[in-house]
């Protein structure tokens, strides 16, 4: 990979990494932080990457780079769990987008990460799979999981709205 | 026609009970069965297993229908992920279609698909972006220029023109006697390098020295000691130094020639003319290997040998490498025909 296909990598991704850590970490300047530090490997191990598996790479690191950094923090939690919603306090959210986004944030962190990498970037249970260093069953039990999790939530706040 | 017997009753009791005994074989059981009134209760006995006949209807439509039902969300999951092929996608939709109860909660799911925000993105790529690294006008130039100077310095560089190196034979050799000496002056201002005198001064055969008013003339084969020419004691005549003619080796044999340098270097001899040397000091290049390589001078010069190379449209290179060895760097100048290399400090 040369100086102008790694710029035009930058083009092309920065966003879509920024967004899929953004909505992970919760912080603009945490989730730059991991950006920055995922194109420096990129940049570092530029003549050894596939072009064509620039993106997976891009999202592995950045995902593993994220991991690390919510240990350090300790903050992270049992991948396995998920937390029971509180629905007493969002009867005043009325947009779905809202109550999605709220519904996210009580996922496990795996789980979330799952579903992000599959809603916003349409991966396969394969890529996520390499992506997260889980099987393919183990991705899809999460994905399961997560469905799961989110209908419940939205359709009770529904249901109370 | 059959006979009842102890042995066979089984299968007479068996025929009544399923109503295939004859009329005479009746008569031949009854008889039987008043012969072996043990046996009747036996009889009596299997006939309480016949099993009533039973109506039992399998319900085929439910193994045709797809259990959507009693695995909504495992389908309501798949179909979102687009793991129903076509037929279950459509009998699934048919299903939502005709189950108002289960629309309502395949609308959760439906809504449970993350949509990115696009307004979000990172918020300054071009820090993310690498640039090419910009070479400014004046390096060209300048790059140019020192490495015509360098070009010019290593061409005169004294270093290439005082490179003395005596080389000694081990073959043995017969050698002829010195030739007639010839009386020739010496001054003390004549430039006998020190490397001379150190080679030369051990060899003190064929010496004489006559006394000529004041001086004192040394006629040798060899050329005169550096004190007897300091001591201004003599006017020193020395003879034409004609190195013996090697008529062959002695042995016929293969000889296999060792050949000695001097251990005494160019540099060392260049030395003692600098100024440094006069005041008693002396210096050496401390820059290891790598950092020689990088410094300023240096690099100008090389960019501006490439530039010229690939004006001339040749491969012209110039490398200069430092001998941790020997502590000294050497410039190396190669192109098309033409290359050499020289030390520098």
Known sequence: MNLAQYNRVVSLYADAVFRFILKNLKNEDKAKDVVQDSFEKLWRNKDQINPDKVKSYLFTTAYHTMIDMIRKEKRIEDFDRVEECDYSHVDQYCDIKEILNIALDRLSEIQRSVILLRDYEGYTYQEIAKITDLSESQVKVYIYRARKHLKKFIGKIETIV | ?345
């Open chain 2, 1 to 345: 026609m059959r006979k009842i017997t102890l042995y066979n009753y089984e299968t007479f009791f068996l025929d009544y009970l399923e109503g295939n005994l004859s009329k005479k074989e009746h008569l031949l059981l009854d008889e039987f069965l008043c012969r072996y009134p043990h046996l009747r209760l036996e009889l009596e006995e299997m006939d309480l297993f016949i099993l009533p006949g039973e109506q039992i209807n399998f319900n085929k439509e439910k193994l045709q229908s797809i259990p959507f039902r009693s695995e909504f969300d495992d389908y309501c999951v798949a179909k979102l992920e687009g793991d129903l092929d076509a037929d279950e996608a459509i009998a699934f939709n048919e299903f939502i279609s005709a189950n108002k109860a289960y629309r309502q909660d395949w609308n959760s799911y439906e809504k449970s698909i993350a949509i990115p925000d696009l307004s979000i993105g990172y918020p300054d790529k071009s820090e993310l972006q690498k640039k090419s690294k910009l070479i400014p006008f004046w390096f060209f130039g300048t790059g140019i220029a020192a490495s015509v100077l360098l070009f010019f310095s290593i061409w005169n560089n004294p270093n290439l023109k005082s490179n003395p190196e005596i080389v000694k034979s081990n073959v043995p050799v017969k050698i002829l006697p010195p030739p007639v000496l010839n009386k020739v002056e010496v001054k003390k201002e004549d430039n006998i390098t020190p490397f001379a005198y150190a080679s030369l001064a051990k060899n003190k055969s064929n010496t004489k020295k006559i006394k000529v008013g004041k001086s004192v003339v040394v006629h040798s084969s060899r050329i005169p000691l550096k004190n007897e020419i300091e001591n201004e004691i003599v006017k020193v005549s020395v003879p034409k130094i004609n190195l013996a003619p090697i008529e062959k080796p002695l042995d016929n044999k293969k000889q296999k020639v060792n050949l000695e340098y001097s251990k005494i270097s160019p540099n060392e001899m260049i030395a003692q003319k600098t100024g440094l040397n006069q005041l008693g000091m002396e210096w050496k290049s401390s820059l290891p290997e790598k950092n020689g390589k990088k410094t300023f001078l240096y690099a100008v010069a090389k960019y501006g040998v490439d530039k010229l190379g690939e004006i001339a449209g040749k491969r012209i290179q110039i490398q200069k490498k430092y001998d941790s060895e020997t502590e000294k760097s050497r410039l190396s100048f190669n192109s098309t025909g033409i290359g050499f290399s020289t030390t520098v400090k």
